[in-house]
């Protein structure tokens, strides 16, 4: 149960990033495999992807976004570290933007950001997407061929935004401003956060899921889950 992310676009700059699997811990390729590796079409295991591009398609309609458990999250970092190659210095004040990719989640753009040779590691997401209705269509009077119209548009429209934001991401690095997400929140105007507090909080939310569900601080998680979702 639960709604997937779609991946909708990866800078070209970053889709043939390699990523060095000897360095990172067998543990965590084994567990990249166990949560996305999976073919079920074939009954068979995929490679391990051998770029950033390979991947986040290994991540593309999976419960990616939304679902940071904490296991997930030590892929992430574990990767970013190890995985990816360090960027040299070009000087003090010039940062450079690390591998990243964009997929929808519910309504929304999400990214997630690598920090090569480091854990700080970013994701973020964009406001709500609204969608103009050009005119209302009766259930029955809707086919198939509009359907897919329909999904081929949105998935232009959420490109596009996440193409548009990636200009604004590079600059709002390039100044530095990456350091500064954990207490703004925020990166390039959209809301984001760092893969430290999303560990923290999917350690904690891990925690509480383990009580019973008459407990307070139980209520109070799902209380706050359902009221995100409902924005």
Not at 4 to 29: D, G, H, M
Not at 138 to 158: F, P, R, S, V
Request: net charge negative; proline share 5%.
């Amino acid at each position: 149960m639960g709604d997937p992310s779609s991946l909708r676009f990866i800078p070209a700059s970053s889709s043939t990033i390699p990523i060095n699997w000897t360095r990172v811990p067998e543990a965590t390729k084994k567990a990249l495999l166990e949560f996305y590796g999976y073919d079920w079409k074939n009954k068979t295991t995929k490679p391990l992807p051998e770029t950033v591009a390979d991947l986040a398609k290994m991540f593309d309609d999976t419960k990616f976004f939304g679902y940071f458990r904490p296991e997930v999250l030590t892929i992430l970092m574990d990767i970013s570290e190890f995985g990816l190659q360090a960027a040299t210095p070009t000087g003090q004040s010039n940062f450079q933007v690390g591998p990243r990719f964009y997929m929808t989640y519910l309504d929304e753009v999400w990214f997630f950001l690598f920090a090569p040779g480091e854990r700080d590691c970013i994701s973020g997401h964009s406001g709500r997407i609204t969608r103009e209705i050009e005119e209302e269509i009766e259930e029955e009077d809707y086919d198939d061929e509009e359907e897919d119209y329909d999904e081929i548009k949105m998935a232009a429209d959420e490109t596009a935004i996440a193409k548009e934001f990636d200009v604004k991401l590079e600059q709002e690095i390039s100044r530095g401003m990456a350091c500064l997400v954990g207490h703004t929140n925020q990166l390039g105007g959209w809301e984001a956060t760092t893969a430290k507090n999303d560990l923290e909080f999917s350690q904690y939310a891990a925690a509480i899921m383990k009580l019973p569900s008459s407990h307070p601080m139980y209520r109070g998680l799902m209380q706050g889950l359902f009221s995100s979702l409902s924005r």
